[in-house]
């Protein structure tokens, strides 16, 4: 018999094959890479990474490989974990799993010769790197570049550990390498490693700097920050925004760094790229630094995945200051212990590693603050707080930042903290707070939620719960007398459609494949049932269910039929009048006879 192929896309590959991928794959193990992870019995809750949350409302049955949110409804298997985390297709989905758990995949070999687009812009910038890592070992033109290194403290272990490299000052030494290497120029554009030239020729992008390989979560190689040595142009310059490289969703280091922040429950976020290596260099492998790009929502979006406490450990001069605050300008992250670090003045973190000090660094860590009351002591001093009107003024500003933290105890904490600091009566900074708060309150946009599951019907909810039961193949469902035209709600219809045919072929009692069987179905029904398996309460009755079910189409055809009879005039028609009266009869009496065995 000829193997059944799965087909996606441009690709191939026996089924076989894809269910021992599944089979071997780890999904609670993924799924710790880039959230928090927490066992809850047999399944595993999470932070879920799909949608921002405190608590954790993902479930992850690892057995079975399957995952579904609660707050947002995410679902899938493991591998449309992949597909959604990473942001690929299925078919790169299977062959990342496989290469993950050491298995052989048989491609067609027509569809092998076609690459995925992202793995050619990875295989470019991983060729660059090399490049750029084998230019700063050997070329004479790069001793400055060593010496910069080396007056940062690293060592030729660091350059490796870490891939620093450097770009040549010449025009396009790069491009020129790359296109001998058959990377067609569209590539090298679509890369972000080469530009046009005002002439409409490529050149390369960094010239005469230090490159910084940026990695994603996974560890793929997206892009590259770039340090000037000398001569004219920013100091740093970052990969242009490309399909693979997004610096609003990317920090440097995260994908090293992850590990160490979930078990430490602690990330710290810095400002350049020596300052994280600083920081691991230093025995403390939990700092990022964002790429090029101000802090911002979406860079916490990513650290609440895995800590509920992050740390921003900039300089203590206004720059760093300034570098604090920007982008919380009007709002408080308040679902995260969000703290500041004070560095000893004008050291940054690499310089404190570099000196010897890396103690000071990690007492700095230690003894953070809130940001709140960091940006609060930054606006007090704006203010002579010995003159009268000048308290007055310094606490109305206050008010209005104390306001938009979420905690009202937190809230009250703060402006304890602002009476004794000013000198202004409590009650008074209290209710600047409330008056500042109820502005914050009626000046935000309502939040889109997440939609709400309808509500269902009794006869709805037992077809569900039967549903729940034919997920899990209990013995008794067959005897109860359950086939699929007893499902009257369509989506529940769909439902057991997709399992029937397995149901048919397997014992009663035994588990059925319910990663092979809807992992990959994608459909509303498919998600139905993902939840649905998911739901551990113990089952009610099987023939207590089969027998609300048809209580309830019973219910559902007495309804038609009162109101048809309402319709109809038994003046004008008493023949169908008294026909349908009479079947109305029947059906009701039926309907109670079924109640009285409930």
């Not at 790229?273 to 802090?295: E, K, N, Q, R």
């Not at 760093?320 to 000893?344: K, Q, T």
């Not at 709805?460 to 008794?476: S, V």
């Not at 349908?580 to 309907?591: A, C, G, P, Y």
């Amino acid at each position: 018999m000829r193997a059944f192929r799965f087909y996606t896309r441009s690709v191939a590959y026996p089924r076989d094959e894809i269910d021992q991928v599944r089979e071997r794959a780890d999904l609670v193990e993924l799924a710790s890479e880039i959230t928090k992870v927490k066992k809850s019995g047999r399944s595993v809750m999470a932070v879920c990474p799909f949608h921002q949350e405190k608590t954790p409302s993902l479930s992850i049955d690892g057995p079975r490989g399957l995952y579904h949110c609660f707050g947002c409804g995410k679902s899938g298997d493991v591998f449309r974990w992949v597909q959604e985390t990473q942001a690929i297709d299925f078919r790169e989905s299977v062959e990342f799993l496989a290469r993950r758990v050491g298995i052989d995949l048989t491609e067609d070999p027509s569809a092998g010769r076609r690459r995925g687009r992202r793995d050619r812009l990875i295989e470019v910038n991983v060729a660059t790197r090399d490049f750029y890592l084998e230019r700063l070992k050997r070329a004479d033109d790069a001793a400055n570049a060593r010496s910069y290194l080396r007056s940062r403290g690293y060592d030729a272990d660091v350059v490796d550990e870490f891939q620093i490299g450097y770009a040549p000052p010449a025009w396009d030494e790069l491009t020129r390498h790359l296109k001998q290497r058959d990377f067609d120029e569209e590539l090298l554009y679509a890369a972000g490693v080469s530009q046009r030239s005002s002439r409409g020729r490529p050149i390369d992008r960094f010239r005469g700097r230090v490159i910084f390989p940026i990695g994603d979560l996974r560890g793929d190689l997206v892009g590259f920050g770039a340090r000037r040595l000398d001569g004219d142009g920013p100091k740093y310059l970052n990969t242009n925004e490309t399909q693979i490289y997004h610096k609003s969703r990317l920090l440097y280091g995260l994908d090293r760094a992850k590990g160490s922040i979930v078990s430490g429950g602690e990330a710290v976020v810095v400002e350049g790229y020596t300052d994280v290596i600083g920081f691991h260099l230093s025995g403390m492998p939990v700092a990022v630094a964002t790429c090029g790009t101000a802090l911002g929502e979406d860079h916490l979006g990513l650290l609440r995945r895995f800590t509920e406490r992050v740390v921003l450990a900039f300089d203590s001069d206004e720059a760093g200051a300034g570098a604090a605050l920007r982008g919380f300008e009007h709002s408080i992250p308040g679902d995260l212990d969000f703290r500041v670090a004070i560095l000893p003045e004008g050291r940054d973190p690499a310089d404190l590693v570099r000196d010897g000090d890396a103690s000071h660094l990690v007492k700095s860590v230690e003894q953070s603050i809130p940001l709140l009351q960091f940006r609060l002591e930054k606006e007090l001093e704006r203010f002579d707080l010995d003159e009268a009107e000048a308290r007055g003024r310094a606490a109305g500003a206050a008010a209005s930042l104390v306001a938009l933290h979420p905690n009202s105890v937190v809230r009250h904490e703060y402006a304890v903290l602002l009476s004794r600091r000013t000198g202004v009566d409590l009650q008074v900074i209290a209710n600047a707070v409330e008056r500042a708060r109820r502005r914050v309150a009626d000046g935000r946009s309502h939040e889109i939620g997440v939609s709400q599951p309808r509500k269902l019907s009794g006869s709805e909810k037992a077809e569900q719960e039967l549903l729940r039961a034919l997920l899990a193949n209990q013995i008794g469902w067959r005897d109860a007398g359950v086939e699929p035209d007893l499902f009257v709600d369509g989506l529940h219809r769909s439902a057991v459609d997709i399992l029937w045919p397995a149901l048919e072929t397997t014992p009663e009692g035994r588990a059925l494949d319910l990663g092979g069987l809807i992992g990959e179905d994608n459909s509303e029904a498919g998600s139905l049932l993902r939840r649905l398996a998911f739901d551990d309460r113990p089952f009610p009755d099987m023939a207590d269910l089969v027998n609300s079910i048809k209580v309830g189409e019973l219910q559902r055809r007495i309804n038609i039929l009162k109101r048809r009879i309402e319709d109809i005039d038994p003046d004008v028609d008493s023949e169908a009048y008294s026909a349908l009266f009479t079947e109305l009869i029947v059906l009701e009496r039926r309907r109670r006879e079924m109640r009285s065995d409930e």
